[in-house]
């Protein structure tokens, strides 16, 4: 139904409204003259306690990002929406209208994920039924439509790029309404995601590395902007980078990242896919300090790249890394290509792509990739998870024999005709030198969950391949999945996992949006990363647990963030405890415990509160030092609170506990409650009553 639905990597002029780069303003012709459709047929709403409307927004101006969270051209469309919220916070909304490609993506909850991971704050539709991508005829992934204060679309694009002309049509709008008198500048209140969750020691893991030799585990934290060096049963050795934002060098605790993702080992020498900063960092493990290697910190917009000096080139999201030889492979998602980064020479160039985002075999330079997101490497062939065309490719590295040319380029294969598979020999054939192959899988529009044979497989949004032990594995991301890819005839077969998202461990293992994979001494290491964990999976058996990183906290919380986690109430529930009798004495108190789930401990880390308030019946009893209200920051449970029952008669004490707890191996989502609890008392001189109220909550 959707296969004519392409991901546009370059502007678009269409008939109707339009804004492109260079012009000034939208035509006059089309002011006034299309009112935007209702935001009707969502299957629920993030970032907002209620749906929005574009009638209840009227005296704002709304920009809906039609967007799919598996597409990079998307993400690449985000940090201009967040220059947008910033330069206009009160004038202007935002709007993420979710219309999912994958089925994995149709779920709220993993689009709940994917704003934790992108830090969005701004309201999000899951259109999961394209009831308004229908609505307002969208075509491609990313779409942007421009709506005015008085409910009228003034502007639309589609695909990266174009945001000075769009931040100039917001501007000149803005002026030309608040000069009518019909702009609406009170904020809008909005209920982020981000405030009902705490966070864990690691925060969305995108990839991992294992190097049993020396008995060390890197992780890239990526949400977090840090990498993590642990032993490989989890032990802690180091961390590097603040956990800050930035793309700073230096020191390991003066680095920045912005959500790193692949890595790869040289020696002494980690190298490191600085993702959202378009950039390559070179970590010297032996004197702890951290190089920007290759990028200019500026996002590639060209896919035509003449090689050069690796820091004059601009990247584009690069996503994995390997290393064959004095060559480091980057998987460059932004650009649809594989590059090639010469650690001696610190030169870089394409290696193979054109950089159309298709599925195309053939020779490097006549192939076509879509969002190649991970790399593996046998010496001879690279292995390529190619994740928007859900399959997974080889490229033969072998150079031909001395004295012998290497064979014309191919034409580009007809796709007209039935694709066949070929099994591949560990004897290269000349032929296949520089060839890039499709080893299992559908295509962009094709995929799903079968195991089965070459073209007859189906994936979903595959993001890492490892080889090992004559196999490739793949982490089948949206399948929630490991599988097992033999290179030499094609066959794949379900590994670990479900297919349905989860964290169990044992034989019946579950995973959620496992990202990426490595191998140590028999055993896989996972980046499973919406459980935000590490995963040990036995590679022979497919037994599964979970890594305990013993020692490894979050990095502080910024004073942003814990500002507002002190000012608001998440996930609150109230409840009445049954009347209970107090002696009249000074000495008596208030005794507070909560029993939490099974497997769940609080979060040493997070700031636990609580505050104790005397609702009525001040004149009989008070709190310590003769207060009404306490407020009271990391707090341990159980907790007790003095009381001072001075005279007799009735009171009610209300007790607000907002507490973050976790799995005991701190992994999977830190969860936050507030438990409001209503105690009423009754205060008398019997001397048989108790001195001590009990206020025991419990969640379940």
Partial sequence: MLKHLLVVASLLLVAGPVWAQGENEMPQDYRGRVRAPELEGGRGWLNTDRPLTIAGLRGKVVLLDFWTYGCINCIHIIPDLKRLEAKYPNELVVIGVHSAKFANEKETDNIRRIILRYELEHPVVNDADFAIWQAYAVRAWPTRYLIDPAGYVIGRSEGEGGYEALDKLIGDTITEFRQRGQLNEQPLKLALERAKIGDLPLAFPGKVLADAKSDRLFITDSNHNRIVIAKLDGTLIDVIGTGARGAQDGAFDKATFFRPQGLALDGDALYVADTENHLLRRVDLKARMVETVAGTGAQARSFDVAPGPARTVALSSPWDLQLVGRALYVAMA??????????????????????????????????????????????????????????????????????????????????????????????????????????????????????????DVRLQHPLGVLYADGALFIADTYNHKLKRLDPQTGAVKTFAGTGKPGQADGAQSSFYEPG???????????????????????????????????????????????????????????????????????????????????????????????????????????????QRMLILKDVRLPLRVPLHARNTGAAELRIQLTLYYCRIDNTGTCRIKTLILRAPIAIVTDENAPREINARAQIK
Avoid at 357 to 376: I, K, M, V
Avoid at 390 to 401: F, K, Q, V
Wanted: hydrophobic share 35%; glycine share 10%.
């Fill in 516 to 626: 990426g994979l490595s191998f140590a001494g028999g055993k896989l290491y996972v980046a499973d990363t919406n459980n935000h964990a590490i995963r040990v999976v036995d590679a022979h058996t497919g037994e599964t647990s979970t890594l305990m990183l013993r020692g490894l906290r979050p990095p502080e919380m910024s004073a942003e963030k814990l500002a507002e986690t002190n000012a608001i109430a998440p996930n609150a529930e109230e409840n009445k405890l049954a009347p209970q009798r107090l002696q009249k004495a000074d000495d008596g108190a208030l005794a507070i415990n909560v029993d939490l789930p099974a497997g769940y401990h609080l979060n040493e880390s997070a700031p636990q509160r609580a505050q104790v308030s005397i609702e009525s019946g001040a004149e009989h009893v008070a709190l310590a030092g003769d």
């Fill in 334 to 455: 932004g650009v649809h290509q594989i590059w090639r980064y010469d650690l001696d020479s610190r030169q870089i160039a394409v290696f193979a792509g054109t950089g159309r985002e298709a599925r195309e075999d053939g020779t490097r330079t006549l192939a076509a990739f879509a969002q190649p997101s991970g790399l593996s490497t046998d010496g001879h062939k690279l292995y390529v998870a190619d994740s928007e065309a859900n399959i997974i490719r080889s490229i033969t590295l072998d150079a031909p024999p001395q004295g012998v040319q290497p064979q014309p380029a191919e034409t580009p294969i007809d796709r007209s005709t039935p694709r066949q598979f070929e099994v591949h020999n560990e004897d290269v054939p000349l032929a296949d030198v520089n060839q890039v192959r499709t080893l299992a899988g559908g295509d962009l529009f094709e995929f799903g969950d079968k195991d089965g044979r070459g073209d």
